[in-house]
């Protein structure tokens, strides 16, 4: 059974910086995107970033200039680079991982929480 595995949240005040990891346990085949998510306290869960099977990368426009995306294909991972954070970047971040047969995968996400 395939699982996803965030780790790299914690807490941390404005203006810091934090690196979230996303591994998977088993096999994922024809991954068609890997991307974070994040749910903020008392909000719906949103888009922060994406990067799909041909390297292209797209941002919500809240952290653009700020997070990076990347992956390493040969160990099917996927991070997530946070710097210059805020307040508003306090949420559970999710991994999720697509592939081309309409399946995807989710991690159980990990707590950012980011003091004033």
């Known amino acids: 059974q395939v699982q996803l595995v965030e780790s790299g949240g914690g807490l941390v005040q404005a203006g810091g910086s934090l690196r979230l990891s996303c591994g998977v346990s088993?096999?994922?085949?024809?991954?068609?995107?890997m991307e974070w998510y994040r749910q903020p306290p008392g909000k719906q869960r949103e888009l922060v970033a994406r990067?799909?099977?041909?390297?292209?990368?797209n941002y919500a426009d809240s952290v653009k200039g700020r997070f990076t995306i990347s992956r390493d294909n040969a160990k099917i991972a996927v991070y997530l680079q946070m710097n210059s954070l805020k307040p508003d970047d306090t949420a559970v971040y999710y991994c999720?991982?697509?592939?081309?047969?309409?399946?995807?995968?989710w991690g159980q996400g990990t707590q950012v929480t980011v003091s004033s």
């Open positions: 990067i799909d099977s041909g390297g292209s990368i």
């Open positions: 088993g096999s994922i085949f024809g991954i068609s995107a």
């Open positions: 999720h991982i697509a592939n081309w047969g309409s399946k995807d995968y």
